[in-house]
């Protein structure tokens, strides 16, 4: 039966493999046949890859090691699949509470050096990157990206300076950006 207190050791799983229907239900067989539980997840097909990291927490009795193994089945069907301890206690949750979160987008004409530039500027306001999504689609002469991203950047840092920061980047390159504050990703919060 699962019960939170018992669970006190975190890992990283890492995935990468063909795109096939069952590996998700695999992986979770896998981790609630050894007393675990799927902590936090994210999964997307990349270049037409299955891919994602998850964190599980599992009983003090599975080991790094014991819990690689048992993914041996996954790896035959052709999934590169990485187990590496988190540590102990639960992970998930563990935010930092002095931090307010913002996502950025844009979308517009591709050019080198969107990235950068932004990961920089968040970089200069102390800021940590929480999650990333950017697409590129090809167009007729060129082409087009799509560019989503989740920060935390210290409370004391106000919504207006992140603003006037993305700012500065729209002014030196031509791309539109959008700053909004992020929802609380936890239901009732």
């Known amino acids: 039966m699962f019960s939170p207190q018992s669970l006190q050791v975190a890992y990283v799983v ?25 902590a936090d997840c994210r999964m997307t ?21 014991d819990l690689d193994l048992a993914f041996d089945p996954v790896r035959q069907r052709g999934i590169v699949l990485d187990v590496r301890p988190l540590g102990p206690g639960l992970a998930v949750g563990q935010h930092a509470f002095n931090t307010e979160a913002y996502i950025i987008s844009s979308a517009g004409s591709d050019r080198a050096g969107i990235l950068r530039d932004v990961t920089q500027k968040v970089a200069t306001l102390g800021g940590n990157f929480v999650e990333a999504t950017i ?6 002469g060129g082409v087009d990206y799509v560019l989503t991203l989740e920060i935390d950047v210290p409370k ?11 700012r500065e980047i729209e002014l030196g390159s031509g791309n539109q950006f959008v700053v909004t504050r992020a929802a609380p990703d936890v239901p009732g919060s």
């Open 14 to 38: 890492t995935i990468v493999g063909p795109d096939q229907p069952g590996v998700l239900s695999q992986i979770c067989d896998v981790v609630t046949e050894r007393g675990g539980s799927m």
């Open 156 to 166: 004391h840092v106000s919504y207006d300076f992140v603003k006037a920061a993305i």
């Open 135 to 140: 697409t590129v689609v090809p167009k007729p």
């Open 45 to 65: 097909r990349l270049a037409g890859r299955f891919t994602g990291i998850l964190v599980i927490d599992a009983p003090t009795s599975i080991s790094a090691d």
